[in-house]
């Protein structure tokens, strides 16, 4: 979708695509290449802006593998924009760095500090790669580094932890939290980006709808009812469904759905940008996609896995395999 706008705009000469398969948008001139790989540098020279969206931030992925690809990734392709005589390479991270937290100001300016913790799916990579933007232009003078913070991310099939929530067949909700819920569509994500590498605005650059959604809103507009748990049941029983491998999403991914995380984009604002989506949109969307779909705790059922258990038998079923397993935990240890 970027390279097709990309490729599209008057004002950008030619669009080089480096990828591990040829992507659909002909106009673009491919090169089939690891983003980690050293030679990208060749492939690179003579360009004045990289846009870097090679991450895997797949809730399947092995985390370990997923982090060498992201970090070695990013570290690859600054040091290499460098080599090339690149002037400006734009990241794209996610506003999850601010972290999810019951005193963030409602809404976060692009300033505030980075607040997160490595417990949530990917944000450890997400972090790592904020300090190397940070220490690119040290280490490489000359280099300028963008980086865009899109808040929940919806559209073009994206899969995470924020978006499989609404799969669920009730909206889990931590007794006592205050959940604001945000959306960027990857359209205005895009159109954010080609501001970006336009130079009509530079720095750390927070994307996403204007506002926000309360959590009665969302229940509103989506017609899913709420499954209220205390808040040590719920991180207890996610931290253990996902160490005894029943859910790919860790005990901090629920966080997210717990605090607010909204951010301004002042500083796209200012430099004269607009979203076209509104979140009841991007929500309406979200859900068409995710329609037919059946997910408890992160963890995706297949059809007859959801009849079976029906749907809020399906989440007491898994909580309960959670506590089953503390119970069995706590007996041996009495033996």
């Known amino acids: 979708m970027l390279t097709e706008r990309l490729a599209a705009s008057e004002e950008i000469k030619q669009v080089i695509a480096l990828d591990e398969r040829r992507g659909e948008c002909d106009a673009a001139q491919w090169h089939i290449l690891d983003v980690r790989d050293p030679a990208i540098a060749e492939k690179l ?4 802006v990289v846009v870097h969206l090679a991450l895997d931030l797949d809730l399947d992925s092995d985390p370990a593998a997923r982090t060498a690809y992201n970090v070695r990734g990013t570290q690859t392709v600054l040091t290499a924009a460098a080599a090339a005589g690149v002037h400006r390479v734009v990241l794209c991270t996610s506003a999850m760095v601010y972290g999810a937290l019951p005193d ?3 809404p976060l300016s692009e300033d505030a500090e980075l607040r997160a913790t490595a417990e949530a799916t990917g944000v450890g990579d997400l972090l790592e790669i904020e300090r ?10 000359g280099l300028n580094v963008t980086v865009v ?3 929940v991310l919806v559209g073009g099939g994206t899969d995470t932890a924020l978006t499989r929530y609404f799969e669920s067949p009730r909206l889990l909700v931590v007794a006592g939290s205050r959940p604001a819920w945000q959306f960027c569509h990857v359209e205005d ?3 954010a980006l080609e501001h970006a590498v336009l130079e009509k605005v530079d720095g750390e650059l927070a994307v996403g709808c204007d506002g926000w959604l309360e959590q009665e809103e969302i229940e509103e507009l989506s017609g899913i009812r709420r499954m209220e748990l205390p808040s040590a049941v719920a991180l207890g029983a996610a931290a253990r469904l996902h160490r005894i491998g029943l859910t790919p999403s860790p005990a901090g991914d629920l966080a997210y759905t717990m605090y ?3 951010v301004s984009g002042s500083r796209l604002h200012d430099a004269g940008w607009r979203p076209r989506w509104t979140n009841e949109e991007v929500l309406a969307e979200l859900l068409e996609e995710v329609a037919g779909r059946h997910t408890v705790a992160g963890r995706r059922l297949g059809r007859k896995d959801a009849t079976a258990a029906g749907a809020a038998g399906a989440t007491v079923a898994l909580l309960g395999a959670a506590a089953v397993v503390r119970r069995a935990r706590k007996a041996r240890r009495r033996i």
């Open 45 to 48: 020279r003579g360009a004045d």
């Open 104 to 106: 963030n100001e409602l």
């Open 132 to 141: 190397l933007a940070r220490r690119a232009p040290r280490a490489h003078p």
């Open 149 to 151: 913070r899109p808040a």
């Open 189 to 191: 994500l895009c159109s």
């Open 260 to 262: 607010p995380w909204v």
